[in-house]
């Protein structure tokens, strides 16, 4: 049995990610009061590479799904994003502004050749992996329209019937906090992130209007859909097959998206209060697990979701 210690590892919890084929492991470290990258082989955990990381106070990293890249991202009180390659080191770097609070949650796309990156300015910022270019800012705003190619639902609750979507149209004024930038933990930035299959949407939410959904196509740079939940929203996930996006909110039902609408349906379980706070699609999208605070709930999805005024049914065990 062999044991290998590698010294001046900066965290306990995160910075530390491997490549897709688990030959190489990349890990945050803080030496002399300066934050560096090192690459280990998982085989012997030799050191193959190192990199000083420009960094004021490095806050993570996350090896690329092609494991072409490494991609660094500084503290929130500091915009700036850096991509690494693990042979060369340094290669892009993008700094948009200064004193003011920055990233807060970046996700690749399944194949990388998109990043998404959400800061506290509200914005999801997307980069092509080719060139490390920004492509796009995506501004969350308080106020949205009904575009021509943009729906708004809304969760509408009924004390005699179930609950449902209903298509808003017209300019709607959505409900954001006052956030308070002075405080450790603001109200504010973009806080979720989910990618669809084929990188053809990306859904996100921010904690400054955290009872929305915004859903973004890429081919077209544009808002394609919003929903609007009753509760503020805990998870979004998009199936791994299909363009379906499942929504949690702290509540005992579950929500759904896709091209044909926006559909709300009821978690069954024993008779007991179910809140969905998470959410995990399988391999094959056929089942969902669902995650209150202390169980788990294994729920099976139709194949085809109905129409936002139609209640789906959704079988559910208990594992």
Known sequence: KSIAYIKNPKFT???????????????????????????????????INYFFSDTYDLADIKWSPDDTVIVAWDTFLEYKLLIFCPLQ?????????????????????????YLGVGSHDEKLRLFNSLSWKLIIELEHKSQISDAPDTTIFKEEESKDGPTRFVTLEGIVKLNALKSAQDKPNPNSGISLISWSFDKAFVATKTDWIPNVVWIWETTTLSLKS????????????????????????????????SLEGAS???????????????????????????FDKNEIVIAYPPAEFTTSNDKTRMHTETP
């Open 264 to 290: 709300v349906c009821d978690v069954p379980y024993e008779g007991k209060s179910f809140c969905v706070n998470r959410l995990d699609w399988s391999t094959d999208s056929k089942t969902l697990l669902l």
């Open 13 to 47: 919890d995160k910075g530390i990610s491997f490549s897709s084929n688990g030959k190489f492991m990349a890990l945050a470290e803080r030496k002399e009061a300066k934050d560096y990258i090192g690459i280990y082989y998982c085989g012997d955990w030799k050191l």
């Open 226 to 257: 919003v929903l609007i939940q009753s509760q503020p929203v805990k998870f979004i996930a998009f199936s791994n097959h299909s363009y379906h996006l499942a929504v949690a909110a702290g509540t005992t039902k579950l929500y759904f998206w």
């Open 89 to 113: 080191g340094l290669i892009a770097k993008y700094h948009p502004y200064e004193y003011a609070l920055g990233i807060k949650t970046v996700k690749f796309c399944n194949n990388g050749q």
